[in-house]
C-alpha cells in the first residue's frame, strides 16, 4: 500500500488554527475510522495525539482535534503555542492486517 | 505506567543482521499487539509488520517479508525483531510500538525510545 499524503510543512502564528491534511484511498482512510495522529519532536519519539479520527488521549491539550471526510482526515491546531512546533504523522489501518503512514507534516510556528 | 525499553544502538556492515529487542512494563504483555516502525535519518514513519505476543503470530508488510523476523519471550515481557541481509539503506531508528487496543491490531499508540542500527562498511 502506498504512504498515505501530507503537506511537508505548514506553518501559523501563536495563537492561530492550521490544519493538516492526509489523504488516503477508499482501502484505508475512507475505509476505517482507524486514523490516529502522531506528534514527534526532534530527537523523540513519536506521542499519540489523536486516536480513532477525533479522540484524545488523556492528557492531550483540548486544542487538538480530528476529523475525517470521505478518503481525507485532518488534525487542526488551535490557539497555536510555539511547542507545538513538530512533525507531525499520520497513520491508518489499511484492511488486510496492515497500517499505513503519511509522510509526514513540519509544523512551524511563526 | 505502560513503558516500552528498546536495546542500544548497533553498529552492522552490510549483508550482517541485527536483533532489536523491547522490554515492556506496565500493563499485561500477551494482550496487546506489537508493532514496529522504522526511520530512516530525516525521513518519515515507515511500518514494518507486528507480532500478537499472545500466539506468537505475525504479519509484515510486503517489503521486508523476506528479510525480518518479529518473536517474543513472554516469561520476560519482550518482543524482538530481527533485520538480515542488511543494506546500507536500512540505518534508521528502529521503534517498537505497542498497539492501542487490547487483542487489536488496528492501531499503534505507545512507543519505545528507538534503537539506532546503522549499516556502513
Known amino acids: 500500500q502506498s504512504a498515505l499524503t501530507q503537506p511537508a510543512s505548514v506553518s501559523g502564528s501563536p495563537g492561530q488554527s492550521i490544519t493538516i491534511s492526509c489523504i488516503g484511498t477508499?482501502?484505508?482512510?475512507?475505509?476505517?475510522?482507524?486514523v490516529t495522529w502522531f506528534q514527534q519532536h526532534p530527537g523523540k519519539a513519536p506521542k499519540l495525539m489523536i486516536y480513532?479520527?477525533?479522540k484524545r488521549p488523556s492528557g492531550v491539550s483540548d486544542r487538538f482535534s480530528g476529523s475525517k471526510s470521505a478518503n481525507t482526515a485532518s488534525l487542526t491546531i488551535s490557539g497555536l503555542q510555539t511547542e507545538d512546533e513538530a512533525e507531525y504523522y499520520c497513520?491508518?489501518?489499511?484492511?488486510?492486517?496492515?497500517?499505513?503512514f503519511g509522510g509526514g507534516t513540519k509544523l512551524t510556528v511563526l | 505506567q505502560v513503558q516500552l525499553v528498546q536495546s542500544g544502538a548497533e553498529v552492522k556492515k552490510p549483508g550482517a543482521s541485527v536483533k532489536v529487542s523491547c522490554k515492556t512494563s506496565?500493563?499485561?504483555?500477551?494482550?496487546?499487539?506489537m508493532h514496529w516502525v522504522r526511520q530512516a535519518p530525516g525521513q518519515g514513519l515507515e511500518w514494518m509488520g507486528w507480532?500478537?505476543?499472545?500466539?506468537?503470530?505475525?504479519n509484515y508488510t510486503q517489503k521486508f517479508q523476506d528479510r525480518v523476523t518479529m518473536t517474543r519471550d513472554t516469561s520476560i515481557n519482550s518482543a524482538y525483531m530481527e533485520l538480515t541481509s542488511l543494506r546500507f539503506d536500512d540505518t534508521a531508528l528502529y521503534y517498537c510500538?505497542?498497539?492501542?487496543?487490547?487483542?487489536?491490531?488496528?492501531?499503534?499508540?505507545?512507543w519505545g525510545q528507538g534503537t539506532l542500527v546503522t549499516v556502513s562498511s
Open positions: 510500538v505497542r498497539g492501542i487496543y487490547s487483542g487489536s491490531y488496528y492501531a499503534v499508540g505507545y
Open positions: 506496565g500493563y499485561t504483555f500477551t494482550n496487546y499487539y
Open positions: 507480532i500478537n505476543p499472545n500466539s506468537g503470530v505475525t
Open positions: 477508499s482501502s484505508d482512510v475512507g475505509s476505517y475510522n482507524l
Open positions: 480513532e479520527v477525533s
Open positions: 497513520c491508518s489501518y489499511a484492511g488486510s492486517r496492515n497500517l499505513v
